[in-house]
């Protein structure tokens, strides 16, 4: 009998370990991706190509002698092989490195996989500094369902220059895939949408590293401008909540995508414009409906952070009633600026996307009173070349025609904070900086 040597023994065995890690990452079809920060918690998202058992392994950065583990998931068909897993064993203010495990087998993987937790700074110094990235239209082409002649997506590299700016987290305002006619009249297309969006190689590193916020418009919701009468719209919810590792959905125990979240002294509101859209042909039609309106103005009274962002599918300031801008909908627009103006909300600024383009607006309320809109759009689908509406709101230089994300930075001491835009093309080479005052 053939007698295995101690060392041998050991190389076939590192050689096992090497290829079942290999063979591991055929059931790896997108992610991790990291999800929403708290103090006490961090929630992360993987996919699967079919059903697997996933866990993640974490550890304080620097400290990999003690390590704690999310709950194992199995991941199932009715979600994609999508699923959420919780990191609810960290302190504030740490960073924390991770391992996916599929199958109890570890995956390796080519780019750095961290997450941090928000630090516990109330009553003990100032708010940090930070800074987050927005954007919005990611089109991936896949020419089987694509229309006939030029792609309408390109320039994928763009997720490699927003990583290169090693934001803390990333808003994605809307469009964030897009559903084509083989795909919004059924489970199976949308949910073989999102995978084949999210599974776009030169997007994983930022996933990996990246903390992520959503928003829906209407290309995540169903067809082109699509409102509450889209009769798959529980649907596309379902999906949304399966792809996207947000704080929560919906209000007031309602369906939808609104949620709230704070980081730092600044305070996020997403919106849903989609689920209870009106028809423009609507006497006095509304986008958000008076519910998410109402809690809108609360919410932003309630608040006792600096900055307070109002995250929205469609530009809010921009004075031109073009396609789907809030102007259109005047009612409901003016009502929330004369909310804004009566209780003396200060610091409110929009952010969205949709249009294809990039641009600032400026509205003075009064003397003392100044609301910002930020739109940043497209990603990676086609930039409009002409943009000829006149908005009168608009900050002279920031309109943005090509592919682009922007860049936001609040700065400085308690009494002093400042919020710097910038926007990037594609290549991460800076195209127009602001600072609000």
Same mark, same amino acid.
């Given at each position: 009998m053939?007698i295995i040597?101690k060392?041998?023994?050991t190389?076939?065995?590192?050689a096992?370990?090497f290829f079942?890690?290999?063979a591991?990452k ?7 991706m990291?999800g929403?920060?708290e ?6 998202w993987v996919?699967?190509t079919?059903?697997?058992?996933v866990?993640?392994v974490?550890w304080e ?6 390590k ?5 998931e199995?991941t199932a068909i009715?979600?994609?092989f ?7 064993k960290?302190e504030p203010?740490?960073i924390y490195?991770y ?5 109890r087998?570890?995956i390796?993987?080519?780019y ?10 109330q009553w003990?110094t100032?708010?940090?500094d ?5 954007g919005?239209?990611?089109y991936?082409n %896949?020419?089987?369902?694509?229309r006939?002649k030029?792609?309408y997506g390109?320039?994928?590299h ?7 700016t090693?934001?803390e987290?990333?808003?994605w305002l809307g469009d964030?895939i897009y559903?084509?006619?083989?795909d ?7 949910y ?5 969006t ?7 590193s ?5 903390h992520n ?5 209407d290309h995540d919701f169903?067809?082109n ?12 919810l379902?999906?949304?909540t399966?792809f996207?590792?947000n704080?929560?959905?919906g209000?007031? %125990?309602?369906p939808?995508?609104?949620?709230q979240?704070?980081y730092n002294?600044?305070e996020?509101?997403?919106?849903d ?14 986008i958000?409906g008076?519910e998410?309106? %109402?809690?809108?103005?609360?919410a932003?009274?309630a608040?006792?952070s600096?900055?307070k962002?109002?995250?929205v599918g469609g530009?809010?300031l921009?004075s031109?009633?073009?396609y789907e801008n809030h102007?259109?909908?005047e009612?409901?627009?003016?009502y929330i600026?004369?909310e804004?103006?009566?209780r003396?909300?200060?610091d409110v600024?929009?952010?969205?996307g949709?249009?294809h ?9 009064d003397?003392?009173n100044?609301?910002?809109d930020?739109t940043?759009?497209?990603?990676t689908a086609?930039?409009?070349k002409k943009v000829?509406?006149e908005n009168?709101?608009r ?5 943005i ?12 001491k308690?009494?002093k904070r400042i919020v710097t835009?910038e926007?990037f093309?594609s290549?991460g ?9």
């Open positions: 053939k040597s060392r041998t023994s190389l076939l065995f590192a096992f370990l079942a890690g290999n591991q055929s059931f790896l079809q997108s992610g991790p990291v929403y920060s103090m006490r918690e961090v929630q992360l996919q699967t079919e059903s697997a058992d866990q993640i974490y950065k620097g400290k990999s002698a003690i704690f583990y999310t709950q194992s199995v009715d979600k994609a999508a699923c959420k897993l919780m990191a609810n960290v203010g740490k490195e391992e996916l495990w599929i199958n087998i570890k390796e993987l080519p750095s996989c961290e997450f941090r937790s928000q630090p516990l700074w003990r100032d708010a940090p930070f800074s987050f990235v927005i919005s239209c990611t991936v %896949d020419a089987p369902y694509d006939p030029k792609p390109g320039d994928y763009i997720y490699n220059s927003i990583d290169s090693h934001p987290f990333m808003i964030n559903l084509r006619e083989a919004w009249n059924t489970k199976t297309g949308i073989y949408r999102y995978t084949h999210r599974s776009l190689p030169e997007m994983q930022l996933l990996a590293h990246t916020y959503a928003i829906w418009d169903g067809p401008n699509s409102d509450r009468s889209f009769i798959h719209k529980d649907n596309t379902q999906a949304f399966d996207w590792p704080p929560s959905f209000i007031n %125990d309602k939808g995508t609104t949620t979240f704070r002294d600044c996020f509101f997403a919106l414009n989609r689920y209870y859209r009106e028809s423009e042909k609507n006497i006095d039609p509304s958000l008076k998410q309106a %109402d809690w809108l103005i609360e932003l009274s608040s006792r600096h900055y962002f109002v995250l530009q809010f921009n031109a009633k073009v102007s259109n909908y009612k409901e627009r003016q600026l004369d804004i103006k009566r003396n909300i200060k600024i929009f952010l969205n949709d249009r383009h990039g641009e600032i607006s400026k509205l003075a309320l003397e003392n100044t609301v910002y930020i940043s759009s497209p990603l086609t930039a409009h000829k509406e009168t709101n900050i002279e230089g920031s309109l025609k090509q592919r682009h994300f922007t860049k936001i930075s609040v700065t400085g308690r009494k835009v926007f093309d290549f080479e800076s195209i127009f900086k602001y600072i609000l005052e």
